[in-house]
């Protein structure tokens, strides 16, 4: 069975860091492309970052590109997003999301229930 | 950035009945690579259909996909009460980054 566990989010005031983290298992992690979505509360889906099987190919949407950045870690089955200089419209439920190829722009075919991140001063 | 339109906003109807959902980009998307996903009130979302037409495993068939380039849809053909959630269309053309249209609402 996939499994997708989130963890690492919670309350940081604006300009700060947080490191979001994924654990993967049910699957052979480094054969497939991972992303992450986020949700604010009540709102659409908003593409945030993707990575191919092997970190050769990454995407970031405008809204974080030069201060989010995604990686992972094959070794460990693990997925990660490092979100620095935090603003409040980056608030929201954070997904991680297994992709169905090996590429990073791909459409999604399991979901973890994800971390909320919440920005505020 | 291609951009995804879905419409309605919000559908009102009832269970029995038959749905069509709109997604329209704002270029032409190759090779169909549109996804459309189903969200219920405090869940993930969940795959439905894959490259426009594509059933996802464990979909009924009463949930179809259809079209190409700019115009794509979801049909549901009878509408049954667990089919009453937001619907997202996602494009994953390798040439824009991927997008998520922003959802309709099907409610009783």
């Known amino acids: 069975e996939v499994q997708l566990v989130e963890s690492g989010g919670g309350s940081v005031q604006p300009g700060r860091s947080l490191r979001l983290s994924c654990a993967a298992s049910?699957?052979?992690?480094?054969?497939?492309?991972m992303l992450w979505v986020r949700q604010v509360p009540g709102k659409g889906l908003e593409w945030v970052s993707g990575?191919?099987?092997?970190?050769?190919?990454?995407g970031y949407a405008d809204s974080v590109k030069g201060r989010f950045t995604i990686s992972r870690d094959n070794a460990k089955n693990s997925l990660y997003l490092q979100m620095n200089s935090l603003r409040l419209e980056d608030t929201a439920l954070y997904y991680c999301?297994?992709?169905?190829?090996?590429?990073?722009?791909?459409?999604?075919?399991?979901w973890g229930q994800g971390t909320l991140v919440t920005v505020s001063s | 950035e291609l951009v995804l339109t879905q419409s309605p906003g919000t559908l009102s109807l009832s269970p029995g009945e038959r749905v069509t959902l709109s997604c329209r980009a704002s270029?032409?998307?190759?090779?169909?690579?549109l996804a459309w996903y189903q969200q219920k009130l405090g869940q993930a979302p969940r795959l439905l259909i894959y490259?426009?037409?594509s059933r996802a495993t464990g979909i009924p068939d009463r949930i179809s996909g259809s079209g190409s380039g700019t115009d794509f849809t979801l049909t549901i053909s009878r509408l049954e009460p667990e089919d009453f959630a937001v619907y997202y269309c996602?494009?994953?053309?390798?040439?824009?980054?991927?997008?998520f249209g922003g959802g309709t609402k099907v409610e009783i």
């Open positions: 270029q032409t998307i190759a090779s169909r690579y």
């Open positions: 990575i191919n099987w092997n970190s050769g190919s990454i």
């Open positions: 490259g426009a037409s």
């Open positions: 999301a297994k992709g169905y190829s090996y590429d990073q722009s791909t459409f999604i075919d399991y």
């Open positions: 049910g699957f052979t992690f480094d054969d497939y492309g």
């Open positions: 996602q494009q994953y053309d390798s040439s824009s980054p991927v997008t």
